[in-house]
């Protein structure tokens, strides 16, 4: 047996962090929760969780005090909401935005890899967390083993968080997924299955919707929230916002993580098929490259070969990884050690970087979708855009002053691994990009208001100045020229409508007319311009314009 077989995880854990656009429902977008809140009570398993504050004050554990006080006040708000006395005084930020859902029924995960080896893995929690005001929803999943030979949990990481096969070998079977996986209940039983290698269904499915068919154990987990991209009815609809690979956090206890060379860190790293490292294709510049983007080694030390340098992180934003020694209490200790912290202030701090970039995808998939459905020649199609793109406006806007973030938190620690995860992840840029594109659509917006403001104006003061001319001559001759006093009831009428008509018919008219009598008022006004073409000008108020002119 080979060195990496001997090597054995005392403990790993394994948390997925799986973002979901949320398609708008009749109650306007950020209001999902609601409809969970109605299924849980008509009897969903996903039950809304009680937040660390509903227990009694004295009951109040160091674990959550210690997760609270490491983040920024404002991020404190965000989190956790504020006090019961607080929440009504308009001064004050209210409760918190996020609402948690959990699923209990789902007690373990029986993973058959491709070997043919069966693992049962007790998971510990799986949630759902919600986001007022924003179409986002984030499944955490989060699920544990113990002395597991190290290739087993990086093909356990590199595999079990798939939500569909990307292909399939020459046996039919998913390339990169595992062989089989069963949700468990509380006693063992199977719940659920994997469909992977059901190659047909994934490909009518997509031939059918042009949308990728997820397997059925997390289509499954996710009920009563139903695929977009499906005939099925539920009360949440939901669709994929990014890769198929779900985003993970992974922790690993080792005996000794100095036999670890830089190919396992490497592979652990960047989620790595295992295999033979010899036949791992990277250059000595690749390795160095990940050395300086993706490894947080403040407390990492090979040379000195102590267990207070013994512990490892990497990210590369589509991971979180940490390395340590089992024996070390500070790093295995699950209340105040690094695990408690893994799961608990670095686990937010990872949702909170996903949940950036999914809302930040979300808001340039829906503007390139409202541009896509406009037609400038259609004025209803004008309208609905307008009406559409000043609500994403109101949204981004909540989203920018609600849940933005740029430091999350004043510990080192949590400072630095919320930079890297934004770095890798690429959120500054997109939220550039993002605020960039929401203004030129505002200023477009505004430009248009102007321009119709400025034609409408425009044509009203062409009839104001021909009905000035009316109004003069009216006004000189209205001295009872036409005695109609005595005239009976009826005749007065007849004379009214008789006037009344062709100045509504005139006035309209010249509405019609306005643009060219605009440009011949301003030939007119403009002394520099000779009589010839001021007499064009006159000419050119009846002459139709072409049908292109129109259209533009």
Known sequence: MDRENDLLVRHFRQILIWPLQLMPGDDGVGRHWERMLEAARNGSPWQRRPTEFDCDAVEFQERHYREFVTFLPYVQRFLYGEGDSEVDNAATYGRSPIHVFRRSDIQGTRVTFKDG?????????????????????????????????????????????????????????????????????????????????????????????????????????????VPHHSDVAGPVRYRQIEYHRMPLMAYLSLDDPFQLDDDDFYQLGNIARPGDKDSVPHSSRLFLEFLRECCFDRFWSPDRKQAGASTRMMCNGHAFVMVGMHSRKHFSDANTGALGQFRHQLFLLTLIAHFHKAALLLFSDRVAALLSRLNIRDPLSVRTFKRDIRLQLEVFLRFRQRYWFREVSNQMVADQLYSMLRKHLGTEALFDEVQA??????????????????????????????????????????????DLAAQPFWHRIGYFMAALVPTVLLTFYTLMRSRGLSEFLDSMADERVPWKTRLIAFRKIWKKKPATSKAA
């Not at 917006?445 to 003069?472: C, F, H, K, S």
């Open 117 to 225: 080896e069966t693992i049962d893995f007790p998971i510990a929690h799986i949630d759902l967390y919600f986001f007022f005001d924003i179409d986002i929803v984030i499944l955490a999943f989060e699920m544990k083993g113990d002395d597991l030979p190290l290739q087993r949990v990086q093909d356990t990481m590199f595999r079990f968080g798939r939500a569909f096969p990307a292909q399939w070998d020459e046996d039919e079977e998913s390339a990169n997924c595992p062989r089989r996986v069963a949700w468990l209940d509380a006693v063992g039983r199977e719940i659920a299955v994997s469909d992977y290698d059901d190659r047909v269904v994934y490909l009518a499915h997509l031939g059918q919707f042009r949308s990728p068919r997820l397997a059925s154990h997390w289509d499954f987990l996710l009920a009563p929230m």
């Open 437 to 482: 594109s929401v203004q030129n659509m505002n200023q477009y917006l505004e430009n248009d208001d102007l321009r119709r403001q400025a034609d409408t104006v425009v044509r009203l003061t062409v009839v104001t100045i021909l009905g000035m001319v009316g109004t003069t001559v009216t006004g000189f001759l209205g001295m009872n020229i036409f």
